[in-house]
């Protein structure tokens, strides 16, 4: 089932299964440079014309920029979750694609466990597949977060 956004949602509200998915944005050339400037200033993230001779064959988007957009559009989404999106960790990270200037993103995201917890019970954890697509549907990047999530029906 779709999640809904037009209110909070609280531990019990997420089931195996449930999935969100966000609006799209443009990775713009200028935005990934600026962004490989800053924090990942690698050849292939700063310059065209280099770029063209790495194992990207071109200019491509750092993975973290394409994290960090990812999870911009995940809060600008509306997914209401009562704390905000709090994460515990990721157990996996990965890019199969590079993302190239002008390609338009979007995010996915499953549940896959929801698990209260036993040493503070009135949270739980919610792990989820989070998955970024480009304009072609391509998975260019994947993670899967664990959320710490509050309860409702405890006090």
Aim: hydrophobic share 40%; net charge negative; charged share 20%.
């Amino acid at each position: 089932m779709k999640l809904s956004n037009a209110v909070p949602l609280y531990l019990e509200d997420f089931h195996i299964g449930d999935y969100f998915e966000t609006a799209s944005v443009v990775m713009t050339k200028e935005d990934i440079i600026s962004f490989a400037t800053h924090f990942d200033p690698q050849h292939f993230h700063l310059d065209q014309e280099t770029a063209k001779d790495s194992l990207f064959n071109g200019l491509a988007a750092s993975g973290w920029h394409t994290n960090g957009v990812s999870m911009r559009l995940i809060v600008q989404s509306g997914l209401n979750i009562i704390n905000g999106v709090v994460g515990l960790g990721v157990d996996e990270v990965r890019w199969p694609k590079p993302v190239r200037p002008d390609d338009s993103i979007y995010v996915r995201g499953e549940i896959l466990d929801v698990i209260p917890s036993n040493s503070k019970p009135q949270w739980g954890v919610v792990k989820i597949r989070w998955q970024t697509f480009n304009q072609n549907h391509e998975v260019v990047a994947s993670m899967l977060p664990s959320l710490w999530v509050k309860r409702r029906d405890v006090v």
